[in-house]
């Protein structure tokens, strides 16, 4: 089984950045994609970007495009979310996974954007 742990949230300002990481452990080999999803309140999961692990071919959902970025580190199998030009919407749980959803889910970090 693979385990995965979120960090790098936090509370910050309409038009401010953040980096989160998604750290993987166990069963890691053969894993060929891994995606961020986030969960705002009484709101379903939803999905926000994924990253081909073989060539670090990425996809971004419309709403985040063009302001959220995806990167690796793959040593250490983590993998980033870098978020910039953050929006009030954006406010959510987030959390990593296998873009089907396969792994066990983590905690989650949470991102507050707020004045």
């Known amino acids: 089984q693979v385990q995965l742990v979120e960090s790098g949230g936090g509370l910050v300002q309409p038009g401010g950045s953040l980096t989160l990481s998604c750290a993987a452990s166990g069963r890691t080999s053969g894993n060929y994609a891994m995606a961020w999803f986030r969960q705002a309140p009484e709101k379903e999961r939803e999905f926000v970007a994924a990253m081909r692990w073989s060539d670090g071919a990425t996809y971004y959902n419309n709403p985040v495009k063009g302001r959220f970025v995806l990167s690796r580190d793959n040593p250490k199998n983590t993998m980033y979310l870098q978020m910039i030009s953050l929006k009030p919407e954006d406010t959510a749980l987030y959390f990593c996974?296998?873009?089907?959803?396969?792994?066990?889910w983590g905690q989650g970090t949470q991102v507050t954007v707020s004045s």
């Open positions: 996974n296998h873009p089907e959803g396969l792994f066990l």
